[in-house]
């Protein structure tokens, strides 16, 4: 049987930013009723070939085909004319407005000029459903967590008759249901006939759920396969370019001993986003929080750090009871708080790396007392090199950044602070395997150091792997201290999160 048609075809894109070359001769087919993966490290190219298709950037050299013929997509409208829609890594949605505004919003059914809200919000409520989402259209996108709110960019792109839907990293920010409600949606659109390109850190989920993938490196392309007929171990190996054994792991590690309690809360809780909880972390201890997404892990981070502070029991630092009351407070007793959601609580896009990095620390510092310029430049150029981070330029805009990278600026941010006690939410979210295993190793010599650690990760095995011992949520309440030993197991914690085996 001769190949179908693809319904997209790329070739030999090329594109240079100043200073970086990020696409190189790379092609790109997709075939019609397929979910093709895009693959590749942190930097790679992925995020700018989708903002080629899309018309955000312009190729410098290579064609675009939709069903054979050759288009120029210029622009987002011209882009949906052609069939394609797409939602963006990072999330562009307005907070203010209504979820039944953002999912309709520039499309909005009108009469005589004017909006017809019924209709937008009856609309909306269809849509919704299509994904099996039961949410209150009016309540403003702001108030929903940042997973209902990646469904919701989802349910919007989905709003035309997409002939290709891309999927820039969606299911970074959703817990395993709503991942799997994602892929219900997703089989559901591949038999409709469309083809999804989705990219994805996630081995498993593309494994699950794509048919074929394309991998990328340095801004080349390596190659087109099936995914039934590349393992997982081959495709790693094409994604970094190394043979596996190259890329350093982090063994079970002996735990050190921990020091003398760093942070002890007792009955700390907040109405309506905790339930009061008892908490140590001792000197040179990770902890780790585990639960399902909207559990309270985030919100216990928020507590501890005084950004949503406590309205019940008390917390001391060092021995002291201090009222955690606001942000200023906790820095300026040693926390810092690296928080998952890097668009809205933390990066500034325009500015540099430099500045980013620089900012929680001069901020402490107090702006009347800039840091000498070599000190700075020096703390600058250290961090760029312990984790990574590519460009390693610290003029670029951070704007510029691969979505993996303006991770670990954020990181850099509050690592330079040396902080006492330090927060990570979701530190190795959106990186690749390789990033991610340095972050890993960071904070298993940073707690040696004597820093705690309080560790939140959607992925239990590197909680595991990381913590002296695991606090387990459910429904906004600590329902267990589980000590990290050899019998426990990965298992064990999910039971535990889920309430008990079975059912
Ligand atoms: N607007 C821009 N200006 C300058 N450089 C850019 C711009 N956008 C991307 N780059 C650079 O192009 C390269 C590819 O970035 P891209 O965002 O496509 O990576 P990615 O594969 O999506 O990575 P990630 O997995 O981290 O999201 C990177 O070196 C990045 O810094
Ligand atoms: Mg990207």
């Known amino acids: 049987m001769a190949e179908?048609?693809?319904?997209?075809?790329?070739?030999?894109?090329?594109?240079?930013?100043?200073?970086?070359?990020?696409?190189?001769d790379v092609d790109l087919r997709l075939f019609p009723g397929e979910v093709h993966a895009l693959i590749g490290e942190n930097g790679a190219g992925k995020s700018t070939l989708i903002k080629v298709l899309t018309g955000v950037h312009r190729p410098d050299s290579g064609t675009v085909r939709i069903e054979g013929q050759p288009v120029r997509i210029t622009g987002t409208p011209q882009a949906r004319q052609a069939g394609i829609s797409t939602v963006y890594q990072e999330v562009n949605l307005c907070p203010n407005l209504s979820i039944a505004e953002n999912i309709c919003i520039g499309r909005e059914p009108r009469r005589r000029g004017v909006i017809r809200w019924k209709q937008v919000r009856r609309r909306a409520g269809e849509l919704l459903a299509r994904v099996g989402l039961d949410l209150d259209v009016t309540a403003p996108l702001g108030s929903c967590s940042l997973a209902v709110q990646q469904l919701v960019a989802i349910v919007r792109a989905l709003d035309v008759s997409a002939k290709v839907l891309i999927l820039d990293e969606p299911t970074s920010s959703l817990d395993r249901g709503e991942v799997e409600r994602l892929f219900t949606v997703m089989r559901r659109l591949k038999d409709e006939g469309v083809a999804i390109l989705f990219v994805s850190h996630f081995l498993d989920q593309i494994y699950e759920i794509c048919d074929r993938m394309t991998v990328l490196r340095n801004g080349r392309l390596v190659g087109e396969y099936l995914t039934a007929e590349l393992s997982r171990?081959?495709?790693?190996?094409?994604?970094?370019g190394k043979e596996l054994h190259e890329l350093e792991e982090l063994h079970d590690h002996d735990r050190p001993p921990v020091g003398p309690p760093l942070l002890e809360a007792r009955g700390a809780g907040r109405g309506g986003a905790v339930a009061p909880f008892d908490l140590t972390v001792h000197e040179g201890e990770v902890v780790g929080l585990a639960g399902l997404l909207g559990s309270g892990r985030t919100e216990i981070a928020r507590l501890v750090f005084g950004a949503d502070p406590a309205d019940s029991g008390s917390i001391a630092v060092g021995g002291q009871t201090v009222p955690l009351r606001s942000p200023r407070v906790a820095i300026s007793r040693g926390i810092a708080f690296c928080s998952e959601n890097r668009r809205a609580e933390g990066l500034v896009p325009e500015l540099t790396v430099r500045d980013n990095i620089i900012l929680?620390?001069?901020?402490?510092?107090?702006?009347?007392?800039?840091?000498?310029?070599?000190?700075?430049?020096?703390?600058v150029a250290t961090y760029i090199r312990t984790l990574g981070i590519r460009p390693a330029d610290p003029d670029m805009p951070v704007g510029n950044l691969s979505g993996g990278n303006q991770q670990k600026v954020l990181l850099a941010r509050w690592l330079i602070t040396e902080p006492r006690l330090l927060i990570l939410d979701e530190p190795t979210r959106g990186i690749d395997i390789g990033a991610k295993a340095e972050i890993q190793k960071l904070v298993v010599s940073l707690s040696e150091q004597g820093m705690g650690v309080l560790f939140i990760s959607a992925e239990i095995e590197e909680v595991l792997r990381l913590s002296h011992k695991i606090e387990v949520l459910r429904d906004r309440q600590v329902v267990a201290e589980l000590a990290v030993g050899k019998d426990l197991t990965a298992g064990r914690v999910m039971e535990t999160i889920a309430g008990g085996a079975g059912r």
């Open 233 to 240: 171990i081959d495709l790693v190996q094409r994604m970094i």
């Open 4 to 24: 179908p048609r693809p319904v997209l075809e790329m070739t030999g894109i090329g594109k240079e930013f100043p200073g970086v070359r990020a696409l190189s």
């Open 360 to 379: 929680a620390l001069q901020a402490a510092r107090g702006w009347a007392r800039p840091l000498p310029a070599a000190r700075r430049e020096e703390l």
